[in-house]
């Protein structure tokens, strides 16, 4: 069965970098391409991106352009999201979902604070 | 950018029927933006009930259906129960290139 295995929460300062993990499995991972999804505290979902996990591809949302980066390492079917120069408002929990058919990871929650 | 619209909340007795809808500002909602139902409770991932229209998962229970519905998709609950109270979210996407997605803004259920 499909599955997407997120790493653990991040308690970083303002100005740091944080790398989420995705380690997908159960299908071909350059079968499908990844989304990432971003959940602030009480608030929706919206999408940041995704990036073809065949071309390897990054597509960025507006709002997410610049301090982002979206990346692959298929050697381990893992999808990585980068957030450099962190900021307080960046705290949310960070989801992964997968192209088609909609499976999601179980969230990441990053937590920026001095 | 396609603004995608919900109810903001709605509520259903136990063991009743009701239907959520998914607009577009762009026009009609069809089965080219291959509409998703996302279910999310309290403290947990979103996980999808329905995609591509009117597709379920093997985790879906069967009182879910999705459709489409006067230019709109649809998520119907047929026979509501108390662990059905949740946010449900539509998702559009309106390109097969960019494969862009637009989250609507959640319908709050209350099952009572």
């Known amino acids: 069965q499909v599955q997407l295995v997120q790493s653990g929460s991040e308690l970083k300062k303002p100005g740091a970098s944080v790398k989420v993990s995705c380690k997908a499995s159960g299908y071909t991972f350059t079968s499908y391409g990844m989304h990432w999804v971003r959940q602030a505290p009480g608030q929706g979902l919206e999408w940041m991106g995704w990036?073809?996990?065949?071309?390897?591809?990054?597509t960025y949302a507006q709002g997410f352009t610049g301090r982002f980066v979206f990346s692959l390492d298929t050697s381990v079917s893992t999808a990585y999201l980068q957030i450099n120069s962190l900021k307080a408002e960046d705290t949310a929990v960070y989801y992964c979902a997968r192209d088609k058919a909609g499976y999601w990871g179980q969230g990441t929650l990053v937590t920026v604070s001095s | 950018q396609a603004v995608v619209t919900q109810e903001p909340s709605l509520t259903v007795s136990p063991g009743g029927t009701v239907t959520l809808t998914c607009g577009s500002s762009?026009?009609?909602?069809?089965?080219?933006?291959?509409p998703y139902w996302l279910q999310q409770k309290p403290g947990q991932a979103p996980r999808t009930l329905i995609y591509?229209?009117?597709n379920r998962h093997s985790w879906t229970p069967a009182r879910f259906s999705g459709s489409l519905l006067g230019g709109k998709a649809a998520l119907t609950l047929s026979g509501a129960q108390p662990e059905d109270e949740a946010d449900y979210y539509c998702l559009l996407s309106y390109s097969s290139g960019a494969r862009p997605w637009f989250f609507g803004g959640g319908t709050k259920l209350t099952v009572l």
């Open positions: 762009t026009g009609p909602v069809t089965s080219g933006h291959w």
């Open positions: 591509d229209t009117y």
């Open positions: 990036i073809n996990s065949d071309t390897w591809n990054p």
